[in-house]
């Protein structure tokens, strides 16, 4: 039987196809063009907006369309050139991917299918699938083991947390709640340098982020499992139930990587959840040279990444693999309700689905993405562009060891270098602050900051896979540059008693 044609003219269709086709190409030429500019360094890596920029785009609910050439004007000249420029080779700022083109039409295509990921039996929920399968023989989990896709390791995190939970409580925890269930005497563990987002996992779990136990590190920035066997004793013989126990794969300050061998020796011991937080660092695996590093991994019971980051997926494309399939389908599969019924055949059919792994129903098809960037760049290529960001932050390290004026830190275990301008410490934190501002402010280079044992300190975190030695070089510069004329200024307040608030250059 043939299928009716249709006699419906959809309001929401373009009414001249080629000329459709005409702006979407002229769009994706500026794309292309965009990303080659970024490739090549041009033009600053970031600029503040200026306010005629958010005035342009600052009006009540449109009631009625303008067209599509014109909205694309209002995003070409408005918003793209005030991003936060991680595209560009000189960000150096925060954990951000760089993207691929690759990664960009992947995308495109994404957004054309509009597929809903959810569940169903179609051939995105597979893809989703064939990356789990990926993910299995990239960790060495066994073939019993599941993934989904979510947001980021934020919400990958709590997920692990919820399986944790799910396994120490068990499944009726999720009807019944924590009161009665003997939930308020578990504890976790994790380092000191762990991410935030793993105390707020355990306030949405409704474990309280006070049940975790944050265990102080060693001279590496690594977790010490001296410290952590204590503090697991002494949580014992106060009355207390362990049962999840968080490593860092890559802390998000200095790169440090916990010892994730010895902690999965501890959690073995105790019978506690080995949860790793790989946001970044557990993609080491695809190199080579880093993939011994993350030894242990392979026993993790979870482990939550981004291939938004290291991999350069375009944002987001969070992921979470559980050892066990079961204990992970335990945490979230509420049953089929009517409206999801599923079925032997036909759409309904092919579950479990990604929903029953997660919170969420509805999902983009971000499998896509992340699919073709493996597909197209394959694991050794990925696996050298991560290698290269790290010796390059190496040659980082070495650059700011040259100058006198100038202090590593922390060490350079990654991809991440911790520096600032030396001053006396009375205005030092103010120094580094406001040097941090005026070398974004510049264009040049855009690192972030952090605290290392109570200092300020600016902390490039090289993750952009188009950052080479010039860029390093001239972040040195732009540092020994205003770092001067800085504690020039601040050294003449200090002497004429000016109120240093009151004065603020930009350089």
Same mark, same amino acid.
């Given at each position: ?43 600053? #890596?970031w600029q503040p907006a200026p306010a005629s920029a958010r005035t342009a785009i600052a009006e009540p609910l449109p009631q009625e369309g303008c067209s599509l050439e014109q909205a694309y004007g209002l995003f070409r000249d408005s918003i793209l050139p005030y991003a936060v420029g991680n595209a ?36 995105? #929920? ?119 126990? #968080? ?55 979870s482990i939550a990444l981004d291939f938004h980051k290291w991999m350069h997926v375009p944002y987001d494309a969070g992921f979470i693999l559980v050892r066990d399939g079961k204990h992970h389908l335990a945490a979230f599969d509420g049953g089929a309700h009517s409206y999801l019924a599923r079925e032997p055949g036909g759409m309904s059919a092919g579950s479990p689905w990604p929903c029953d792994y997660g919170p969420d129903l509805s999902r983009g098809f971000r499998a896509l993405k992340t699919w073709m960037t493996l597909k197209v760049y394959g694991a050794r290529r ?126």
């Amino acid at each position: 039987m043939d299928a009716p044609g249709n006699d419906w003219q959809s309001p929401l269709d373009p009414r001249d196809w080629g000329e459709w086709r005409r702006q979407g190409h002229a769009m994706l030429e500026d794309m292309f063009d965009f990303l080659e500019r970024m490739s090549g360094g041009e033009g600053p #890596v970031w600029q503040p907006a200026p306010a005629s920029a958010r005035t342009a785009i600052a009006e009540p609910l449109p009631q009625e369309g303008c067209s599509l050439e014109q909205a694309y004007g209002l995003f070409r000249d408005s918003i793209l050139p005030y991003a936060v420029g991680n595209a560009h080779p000189g960000f150096m700022g925060w954990v951000h991917g760089a993207g691929t083109p690759v990664g960009m039409l992947a995308e495109m295509l994404a957004a054309g299918l509009n597929a809903n990921l959810g569940g169903r039996d179609h051939m995105p #929920v597979e893809l989703e699938r064939q990356v789990v399968r990926w993910g299995r023989e990239l960790f060495a989990f066994p073939d019993t083991a599941s993934g989904v896709f979510v947001t980021g390791s934020s919400m990958a995190n709590f997920l692990g947390v919820l399986v944790a939970r799910s396994r120490a409580l068990g499944p009726s925890v999720r009807t019944d709640g924590m009161q009665g269930q003997g939930g308020g005497a578990l504890v976790a563990y994790a380092s000191r340098a762990a991410h935030a987002c793993v105390a707020r996992a355990m306030d949405l779990a409704g474990l309280g982020s006070a049940a975790l136990n944050l265990i102080d590190v060693d001279g590496s920035g690594a977790l010490d499992t001296d410290a952590l066997a204590s503090a697991i004793g002494c949580d014992l013989r106060q009355g207390r139930r362990p049962f999840l126990l #968080v490593g860092t794969a890559g802390s998000v300050d200095t790169g440090a990587i916990d010892d994730l061998a010895a902690l999965a020796d501890i959690a073995a011991r105790h019978r506690l959840h080995f949860h790793v937080d790989g946001a970044f660092g557990a993609l080491g695996m695809l190199a080579a040279d880093l993939a011994p590093r993350l030894g242990g991994i392979e026993r993790a019971d979870s482990i939550a990444l981004d291939f938004h980051k290291w991999m350069h997926v375009p944002y987001d494309a969070g992921f979470i693999l559980v050892r066990d399939g079961k204990h992970h389908l335990a945490a979230f599969d509420g049953g089929a309700h009517s409206y999801l019924a599923r079925e032997p055949g036909g759409m309904s059919a092919g579950s479990p689905w990604p929903c029953d792994y997660g919170p969420d129903l509805s999902r983009g098809f971000r499998a896509l993405k992340t699919w073709m960037t493996l597909k197209v760049y394959g694991a050794r290529r990925l696996g050298a562009a991560i290698s290269d960001s790290c010796e390059r932050a190496r040659h980082l390290g070495e650059l700011v060891r040259r100058q006198a004026e100038l202090e590593l830190m922390a060490p350079v275990h990654l991809n991440i270098v911790c520096f600032r301008f030396r001053a006396p410490e009375g205005i030092s934190d103010e120094l580094n602050s406001r040097l941090l501002q005026a070398i974004q402010g510049s264009g040049i280079a855009a690192p972030s900051s952090t605290r290392i044992d109570g200092k300020y300190v600016l902390r490039a975190a090289l993750f952009n896979h188009r950052t080479g030695r010039a860029q390093l070089a001239g972040l040195i510069d732009a540092a020994l540059v205003h770092g001067r004329a800085l504690l020039d200024e601040l050294a003449r307040q200090e002497t004429t008693g000016t109120d240093r608030n009151s004065t603020c250059r930009n350089y």
